[in-house]
């Protein structure tokens, strides 16, 4: 049983890619009194905060905010945009793809889940689980659907599994060159607001996130960002809906409110969180986390570790998958660095499972929390008995040395 007042001396890093950890400034405004959710004050704080988010989205159009997981979010933008039996193409980029795809099964949607082909030869694992999106892939399958049965395409943009960023533009071009009217349903719930994200440049039409990751707020609030042309498909989609429903958020949120009652306390801390981006400036925010991004990376490529993304070009600011030597079961070595440094790394997932760890670079984050991580991998695959090429932690600190913040 958990007991909370046991506990090292010292505080746990937590350095999974989300739950991401929490401000002090966030934590504050969690404590604060409860306020009524039909009062003058709180409508107030809802349109704030729905204008704050729009510009985190890069959107001019509604974000639906519900007091769910990303997961919900998910579900909300399927059955808010589609009918039963309708077809809908989605791409195997890693775990959170797939559990997208097993989803829409469920709900009655007859998803088509294409992938790019083959093993790779340096790790033996599934090239579509160390690449992107591929963009070619998807305007091939449209471009044969002459009759536009696929309603619409699903992919990952951040995909949390791997530490691999695709790049939605691209997407959006292959969508466009194909000449087809398909919907574009983006999952950046790892990646917003640590990761560029452009939704109506990119002519996305429902973005889904969620609050632990670049937001930096304990889980429980996930957002649905619309279209003109998803709340026209909104119209006559089918699939039952209630409390997913866009129609009376959206016209609620007109006001600053909600139909149900909102996870008050979570809202005042993604005020808090958007006063903190908005002020640093998103530019400087992902310039950020990409520096940490090449820090981590750098110690990686000191150690003789493989990335798991293997296109240099779509390395995750938010992550780095660390693959482990043949043999050696990366969930084992995770339970040996939690039990000896108080230290949490990301578990490889679905297909990558015993075959990699992930270091989280998002969140209430310095250098120094940084290479304090880096150090417990390299005491951890150490104690395994891993040979290293040489110290990741030395090549990190150089690297934050050599480029200031």
Known sequence: MLNLNQHPSGRHFLQIPGPSPVPDRILRALSLPTIDHRGPEFGALGLKLIAGLQQVFKTRHPVAIYPASGTGAWEAALVNTLSPGDAVLMVETGQFATLWQKMALRLGLEPEFIARPGIDAATGLPNAWRQGIPAE?????????????????????????????????????????????????????????????????????????GSQKGLMLPPGISFNALSPKALAANASARLPRSFWAWDEIVAMNRSGYWPYTPSTNLLYALHESLEMLLGEGLEAVFARHRRWAAGVRAAVDAWGLAVQCADPALYSPVLTGVVTPLGLDADALRQTIHQRFDLSLGTGLGKLKGRMFRIGHLGDSNDLTLIATLAGCEMGLQLHGVGLAGSGVAAAMAYFSEHSA
């Open 137 to 209: 892939l998807v305007e091939a399958r449209l471009r044969a659907d002459t009759g536009h049965a696929i309603r619409a395409v699903c992919v990952v943009h951040n995909e949390t599994s791997t530490g691999v960023t695709s790049d939605i533009a691209a997407l959006r071009r292959a969508i466009d060159a194909a000449g087809h009217p398909a919907l574009l349903l983006v999952d950046t719930i790892s990646g917003l607001a640590s990761a560029d994200y452009r939704h109506d440049e990119w002519g996305v039409d429902v973005t889904i996130s």
